[in-house]
């Protein structure tokens, strides 16, 4: 059949919209991937992350130097948490925020950096 005919353009829109779609799942897929990271790594693992990049080569340099910070880490954890998961059964999610609202609250009042 001639190019010209309807089959064929419409054959040929069809490939060019999958190959649309494709990229943008690709995309979405990267960019759910780099949250997932931002989240893992928290801030301070994000910025690190970002400087081993070497955007030419597209690897992540380990040898650099690193940098000096002052730090305070906390820790949090929910005494008793079983017996919580028995009796709120399916609010326990409901209270873990709660708690977790409370404390990244007060972390950023302070001007740190919630990293869970």
């Known amino acids: 059949r001639a190019k010209g005919s309807s089959k064929y353009r419409r054959f040929a829109q069809a490939q060019a919209h999958a190959a649309i779609l494709e990229t943008q799942v690709l995309e ?13 790594f928290g801030d301070a693992g994000v910025n690190i992350i970002a400087e081993n990049m070497d955007a030419s080569s597209a690897t992540v340099t380990v040898k650099i130097p690193g940098t000096k910070v002052e730090a305070i880490f906390g820790f949090c954890k929910i005494r008793s948490f079983c017996v919580i998961t028995e009796v709120l059964k399916e609010r326990t999610m409901l209270f873990v925020n709660q708690v977790a609202e409370i ?14």
């Open 103 to 116: 404390i990244h609250s007060v972390v950023a009042k302070h001007h740190g950096a919630a990293n869970k």
């Open 28 to 40: 979405n897929t990267i960019i759910k991937l780099g949250t997932l990271l931002a989240l893992g």
